[in-house]
């Protein structure tokens, strides 16, 4: 029951925030409030999350232990998962772009690894903590019948946009896809709170009912979006996918023990105290606080993982509700493969340089060693450049790359080195490919 008594108080402390900010939508997640009415109507649910608690231990002990026995740095494995956006809208009012809807998810993979703007500017006293997840989300370009979709699915209903009726209806297989619905408001209109997510189980994925609600006004950047870009809002985003592998928030359980069941997020009372802005030394509960961390309340300073919540995370990307949505035969199912880098293949990346990164209309890569193959692709999985290397340098011309995250792959005698880089836009793309109306090269397959 220790469980269900913390959501309790947390659901109190949350009902009080919402009261206290005279109905402005301030919140930026309602998980905790939401989670407890799921839970008081799903006691297998709890007994669930209960148990996951036991496993995430087990499986966290034992990769700190290896870590710690090897030497070594945190894991380097890249995961990818598949995603549905479901759009509910009433004409244009909430209906997205696929621009916007992309910006979303580009924010998600930048910031679980790490190629956010603030990265090189967190507090020295957490620098040495922060932590990256190897995770990709990808647009399906699959559907469950294994016709081809754009992996977001439009639905034209005045009610599903105020997120009225139950949008779970709608699901996509739990065990193959991360389903986040978007309606307009999460919570009525306006709304209250801007998101919420579900924790791991297999109770809610057996019954297709997890995944992500979020406010569409506050996804991503774009024409439908309230968000100026570059707000740190729009990393909300990261902190639902966050609890939807299995992180609280920092404040959870308070100042008291087991708090957010990571070991290296330092207590805090949080919540109400960070509402108010970025304070990332609130000394609520003696200890500095890390308010930069995404699972906090803050707005304004959302720019880190611990460590701790990255081996957290991985954890629950071993749970049976989510194991299966990186496996291989599911990622050639959804359209989302990508080459298969295991942890065993890859070597230090530092093998390549990359620079500049972010990058804007080229990025040049140097090699240790002349090269067999370099290829680029980008984060739906997609080849965009692939060639044969002679030397130990190139320039690849990045005007026709989109914005967001690109990964890199290449070959040294038999082993594979893979990278990333983010693609920012200089200039809108229309005055590039005036500017820059050079013929794309051969080597470049697609956009
Ligand atoms: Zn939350």
Not at 106 to 133: A, M, Q, V, Y
Not at 211 to 235: C, K, M, N, T, V
Request: hydrophobic share 35%; charged share 15%.
């Amino acid at each position: 029951m220790k469980i269900s008594y913390s959501i309790l108080v947390w659901l109190t402390l949350f009902t009080s925030i919402v009261k206290a900010q005279n109905n402005t939508p301030v919140s930026p997640c309602s998980a905790d409030e939401i989670l407890a009415r799921h839970l008081e109507n799903n006691p297998k649910a709890l007994l669930e999350i209960e148990d996951n608690e036991d496993f995430t231990k087990a499986f966290v002990k034992q990769i700190v232990m290896e870590r710690a026995k090897n030497n070594a740095q945190q894991s380097t494995a890249q995961y990818t998962i598949p995603v549905v956006l479901h759009v509910f809208h009433f004409g244009d009012d909430g209906k997205i772009d696929s621009a916007q809807v992309q910006s979303g998810i580009d924010i998600l993979n930048t910031d679980f690894n790490g190629l956010n703007d603030d990265w090189n500017t967190i507090d020295p006293e957490f620098d040495s903590i922060k932590g990256t997840l190897g995770i990709q989300f990808c647009l399906a370009s699959l559907d469950p019948n294994g016709n081809s979709t754009p992996g977001v699915i439009y639905y034209e209903d005045s009610l599903a946009m105020l997120n009225i009726p139950d949008l779970f209806q709608y699901a996509w297989d739990n065990y193959k896809y991360l389903n986040i619905y978007l309606p307009k408001y999460t919570g009525g209109s306006p709304s209250l709170f801007t998101a919420y997510a579900y924790y791991p189980s297999t109770t809610g994925s057996n019954n297709n009912a997890g995944g992500i609600f979020y406010s569409s006004i506050r996804w991503g950047y774009g024409s439908h979006s309230e968000l100026i870009p570059g707000q740190d809002w729009a990393s909300v985003g990261t902190h639902e996918a966050g609890h939807w592998l299995n992180l609280r928030h920092t404040f959870q359980n308070g100042c008291d023990s087991p708090g957010d069941y990571v070991d290296d997020t330092p207590p805090t009372l949080g919540g109400a105290i960070e509402l108010s802005g970025c304070t990332n030394n609130d000394l609520s509960c003696i200890v500095s606080t890390n308010g930069e961390n995404y699972m906090d309340y803050n707005h304004d300073c959302k720019k880190m993982f611990t460590e701790g919540q990255v081996d957290r995370m991985t954890a629950a990307l071993n749970l049976p509700s989510r194991i299966t949505l990186w496996s291989p035969s599911n990622l050639a199912a959804t359209g989302c493969t990508t080459p298969a880098i295991s942890i065993l293949e890859l070597v230090n990346s530092n093998s390549i340089m990359a620079y500049p990164n972010p990058a804007k209309d080229h990025i040049n890569f140097q090699f240790e060693q002349i090269q067999a193959q370099l290829s680029i692709y980008n984060a739906q999985g997609k080849l965009v450049f692939d060639n044969a290397i002679n030397g130990r340098s190139i320039k690849v011309n990045t005007n026709d790359f989109g914005k967001g995250l690109y990964f890199y792959y290449s070959t040294i005698v038999s082993k594979r080195i893979s990278g990333k880089f983010l693609m920012k836009r200089s200039l809108p793309l229309y005055i590039r490919h005036i500017l820059f109306s050079l013929p794309i090269g051969e080597s470049l397959l697609g956009r």
